[in-house]
């Protein structure tokens, strides 16, 4: 049993291990379908808009990542969980990212600038920490998952040793 994962309805009930990886996955999966639906691009988006909490997608990506045995799903859960970057709190209305031309600069109102600039650095420094994260999750996926090469427990002259041979 899984110690202290409480469903909030019903706080009396512990949740398994199985019931807190299927909810994990349950939460990537609606994560990935939002994704699909609002294609963020480079854009930044508002965490109210995120079909749950910022935290939760998070260790429910690092909680699959490190349990998917596959090294290819797994790079692409992490390039989808960095995603969770781009969504920030308070930020408002989508703040699409375009490149401007040379031509059209236009003056910014000074406390425009600087609530984007300190945005845009949360931004940097959640990219860092999601990576650093996903790729630790990762990491402890392969530790588990690598092909372990165990010699059979029998030696040439058809012995048995129940711990195998070095």
């Known amino acids: ?41 480079n854009d930044i988006l508002d965490t109210a808009c995120l079909p749950a909490s910022k935290p939760s997608l998070i260790s429910a990506f690092r909680l699959v990542i490190a349990t998917e045995p596959r090294g290819e799903v797994r790079e692409a859960l992490s390039c989808a969980g960095r995603v969770l970057a781009q969504f920030q709190n308070r ?18 109102n000074a406390t425009e600038g600087g609530a984007l600039e300190r945005v845009l650095h949360q931004i940097d420094e959640d990219t860092r920490r999601l990576r650093a994260l996903l790729g630790r999750a990762c990491e402890i996926a392969e530790s588990r998952f690598q092909r372990r090469y165990a010699r059979p427990p029998f030696q040439d002259d058809g012995t048995y040793t129940w711990y195998g041979h070095c």
């Open 91 to 108: 930020v408002g209305m989508r703040i699409s990212v375009t490149p401007a031309c040379s031509t059209q600069i236009h003056e910014r």
């Open 1 to 41: 049993m899984a110690r202290a994962y409480r469903n909030p309805s019903a706080p009396e009930t512990e949740w398994s291990d199985t019931d807190v990886l299927a909810k994990a996955h349950y939460l990537v999966d609606a994560f990935l379908a939002f994704l699909r639906l609002e294609r963020p691009q």
